[in-house]
């Protein structure tokens, strides 16, 4: 990259193979090989435009799809896409303050977030109302528009809580979600009076939309 001289081309090259690898990391695609190809694909490519005829028409691998992407973050499931959906969230906080030419306390969010299930987890007690059983719940609790950041973790008596109690807190526990609404992914939830699967499914598409307009190869 450091060989074209044009600054502007340099970035969009840079952000194509920002985009190839998170694509590739959020659906555990395998990557072996990987350093060897991208280092091929650099010295092939000369601009932006010649490096994605490169990777669309590359044998060795495919770059996931959009309906991929939209399908993964509808199904984070294991202690990895924690890892993953945290990261998701983080950067799409940066996105949205990026937009709303934003920077204040943008240093702040070097600090350690920590990921929390809105539904929750262990739902049977104080969400029935939303699912029949496992499996139900399952479509709804890990999919990416069911999760935030926050500043700690919330006290392990809330996590289980109904939606207000976890959202406002109970006026004994230090944490609720409310308190970190200085970040924009948790400002939208607010004005929410029930967390449900319309509200689930609603904010799903909206992070997906986000992620895509991140890490999209135009």
């Not at 193979?17 to 590739?24: A, N, S, W």
């Not at 350093?35 to 000369?46: H, P, R, V």
């Amino acid at each position: 990259i450091s060989k074209t001289k044009d600054l502007h081309e340099q970035e969009q090259m840079c952000k194509v193979i920002e985009t190839l690898v998170m694509r590739f990391y959020i659906t555990h695609k395998a990557t072996n090989g990987f350093n060897k190809l991208l280092s091929e694909m650099l010295k092939k490519a000369g601009n932006k435009d010649s490096l994605i005829d490169f990777i669309n028409n590359h044998n060795s691998f495919r770059l996931p799809s959009n309906n991929e992407m939209c399908n993964k973050l509808k199904t984070l499931w294991d202690n990895g896409d924690n890892k993953r959906a945290n990261l998701i969230l983080f950067w799409i906080e940066l996105f949205r303050r990026s937009k709303e030419q934003n920077t204040k306390d943008i240093v702040e969010l070097a600090d350690v977030y920590s990921l929390e299930h809105l539904m929750p987890q262990s739902w049977e007690e104080n969400w029935h109302q939303y699912a029949n059983n496992d499996d139900e719940a399952d479509e709804l609790i890990y999919q990416i528009g069911n999760m935030t950041i926050l500043k700690g973790s919330l006290n392990s008596s809330l996590k289980n809580k109904d939606w207000e109690t976890k959202l406002n807190g109970d006026g004994k526990l230090k944490n609720c979600i409310k308190r970190s609404a200085d970040l924009i992914v948790n400002k939208e939830l607010l004005d929410k009076k029930a967390w449900n699967k319309d509200e689930i499914e609603k904010r799903t598409k909206i992070l997906s939309d986000n992620f895509l307009e991140i890490w999209s190869i135009k």
